[in-house]
């Protein structure tokens, strides 16, 4: 024992060594080729006392990073994130000028803009060297990225003294926007290696795709996901008349709101209440471990603030510096690539200027690096369970198509982060599962608006005879990412495409998710029927299912319930609706039932408006300015994937044995949909799969999984609940074990997070 400490702590010695080594000798190459940084006094040195300032310099700027840093990034949580990443290079090159003030005798001298980038080669190049150094030697290149957990470790349950003979950990990677083919194309393709191994390998991962409801968008999908149940949320944006107000899935008002709804209907906090962390996400989970989670943003508290992610990952001056650097060159990557699509004239195609080439580089690159640095501190920390989100893929999809050259090279990069944290998992102090799933997939198309010029709320004031703008205006479009850097700026998110308490009674508020369309009519109080829509504006229904941009609605009907119009006068019962015949033909096995249960929602929209679908060139028309979108029906945007180790419990036999969560509506049979298990070459025609249908059986099964390692769950009476986790109970039992005194029970906060011990 003795003998092994003795030496780590040389071997430590030599790397600090080797390292200072070489930053010196950086240091001197850059005093040799840049005028303004010098190393010497005025009449000149000899190289030996050349050598030892800069050994002196490297030195103290090593120290100052090491001790100094950490303390000044916490002190800067206070200010929005991008700002924060903004004075990377500003303190980088304080502390240098600080370091080259110790030198004795003045000899070390720089002007502010030189220091900042010596600073920054310096920290780069130390970076690398201790990260080459530590690839040989494992225990070293855990503790370098174990400095990013946690430092209060909890030791795992039955831990031995190995740290891995615990029941192991679970970490559910979401590839937000990935769809089931474009994960097996990008596999095959040689993309993305590290799925494609998992594939490959007999002991790997299995695959299958899901099928989401009729709101294909993160807002629901992940709200199920996490916290059981979807139910009224028709669309990532809608209006809600009793109050008037529009509710935004990426609005940290409104997702605190959708949170506390679903935790009220399925009585559970969340997937991740007991031991958990939530990290990129819409929503909690239940989790008390959070970083960027926009139902947070505005939430404080020890681990609770939407920006502590932040220290974990910048407290490293050579993150913070390597991050900065990727950002600056993802914004130029984006210019040249939006040059080159305009150039090229390549159609379909966006607008990709103004502020969108700041926003794409926070998510694939600030987000994306911020997330994994917290996975992998969640991972050290011995974590139960972790779910985060990567919107890297999503957001540059949305501008330049889920199948462009663009999208394919987010998905190397994303997998390179995926091979990191496979690699994370022989260092950590349990064992642990990786899931990767998806929220969605996206469908490509021409926009509403660029293919028949004008957008939907332009053809719904036409249907209604109000005035039209000559025109087409610009539709706000869904994106997490965007709202997720205004919160990091501390700006406010505001929904300015729709004001409904500065409009006229008579005029309708007309909202867009994907491809999927929304009209309200504020004036009609509780949701508007087909008969009285007619009498108000006879042309408005017959016009909007006529369009061969639309594909159908659905409208509440006085007479027959609510009814599904398509064009030429096609009108279906929704009780009689049919996926092969009708006006769903064509969108996709599960279409019928999932308009069905939106019917029930009870903030459905007056008409619900579906784009067309072209099961030949999978193509749809967003009724935003997106190019790949999702939202609605139709195409690959309903076929996200499920991706599990080999060992765990299949899908659809988790869900035979599993009862609905609480409050969770009852969905219809499983339907078979396509598999593809083949990967590395030609794909044979996919054997029919019976995939799980919605997100709400998606989060059971991911319940079922978080149950397994520590063996069959027996049901308790209520007298035994005390301390027994709350996944595996529900809350009113749960309260009633914990009024008792001395009761440690796990417990739903208001927000969804989680809390123990007795109320009171």
Known sequence: MGAGRWR?????????????????????ALAGVL??????????????????????GAGAFGLLSALVWPVVVRALLVVPALVLGALVFFLNGSLLLVALWLIPDGRGTANPETAVAV??????????????????????????????????????????????????????IQLDGVGHDVLTKAATAGL????????????????????????????????????????????????????????????????????????????????????????????????????????????????????????????????AVRTALSFVAEVGREM????????????????????????????????????????????????????????????????????????DKVLARLDRSLALITKITGHTPRAYRIVLLSDHGQSVGETFAGRYGLTLKDLVRAGCGLPVPRRAQRTLSA????????????????????????????????????????????????????????????????????????????????????????????????????DDEGPLAGFGPGAADAVRRTDTFPHVADVMVNSMYDPATGQVHAFEEQIGSHGGLGGPQSRPFLLWPRGMTDPLDALADEAPAPGAAERPEQGPVPH????????????????????????RVLRRWLREPSGPQVPLRPEGLAGVSHVDRPVPRAREAAGRPGADAVRPEADGTTARGPRG
């Open 336 to 407: 040249g690539q939006s040059t080159r699509s305009r150039l090229r004239k390549e159609h379909p195609r966006v607008k990709r200027g103004g502020l969108y080439p700041f926003i794409r580089a926070f998510a694939t690159v600030v987000e994306r690096d911020v997330v994994v640095a917290a996975v992998i501190g969640d991972m050290f920390a011995g974590r139960t369970a972790v779910y985060a989100d990567l919107v890297a893929y999503d957001e540059v999809a949305h501008h330049s198509g889920p199948y462009s050259r663009d999208a």
């Open 119 to 172: 600073a920054a080669v310096m920290s780069a190049v130390a970076s690398a060297a201790s990260t080459a150094l530590a690839v040989r030697d494992d225990d070293a290149y855990r503790r370098r990225l174990s400095r990013l957990a946690d430092r209060r470790r909890k030791r795992v349950p039955g831990d031995a003294g190995d740290g891995r003979s615990g029941p192991p950990g679970t970490v559910f």
């Open 8 to 28: 780590r702590a040389g071997s430590a010695l030599l790397r600090v060594a080797a390292v200072w080594a070489v930053s010196t000798l950086t240091m001197l």
């Open 676 to 699: 593809t298990v083949a990967v590395g070459k030609p794909a044979p025609v996919p054997a029919p799969h019976v995939g799980p249908v919605g997100a709400e059986a998606v989060h």
């Open 35 to 56: 005028p303004d940084f010098q190393l010497q006094s005025d009449d000149g040195d000899t190289i030996t006392k050349t050598a030892f300032t800069a050994a002196w």
């Open 192 to 319: 993305m290696p590290t799925v494609a191994g998992w594939l490959a390998d007999p002991e790997g991962h299995r695959l299958t795709p899901w099928r989401t409801d009729w709101s294909s968008q993160t807002g629901a999908s992940q709200l199920a996901l996490l916290h059981g149940s979807n139910h009224d949320v028709p669309a990532f944006r809608w209006y809600e008349k009793e109050t008037g107000t529009v509710m935004v899935s990426s609005r940290p008002a409104s997702a605190l709101e959708l949170q506390r709804r679903a935790v009220a209907r399925t009585h559970d906090a969340g997937l991740l209440s007991l031991d958990g962390a939530s990290r990129g996400n819409l929503f909690s989970g239940g989790a008390d471990q959070l970083a960027l989670v926009l139902s947070m943003a505005g939430r404080f508290g020890k681990g609770r603030r939407s920006r502590a992610g932040y220290f974990a990952y910048f407290s490293d001056p050579a993150n």
């Open 479 to 578: 994106s997490e990412a965007r709202d997720a850097v205004r919160i990091a700026l501390h700006r406010p998110v505001q929904e300015t495409e729709a004001a409904p308490a500065a409009v006229a009674a008579s005029d309708p508020v007309v909202l867009a998710s994907g491809n999927l369309g929304l009209i309200s009519f504020p004036g009609i109080g509780g949701r508007a029927s087909r008969e009285e829509l007619d009498r108000r504006h006879p042309a408005l229904l017959r016009t909007l299912a006529n369009h061969p941009g639309i594909g159908f609605l659905l409208v509440r009907s006085e007479e027959h319930g609510s009814v599904v119009l398509g064009a030429g006068g096609a009108e279906v019962p929704v009780a009689e609706l049919r």
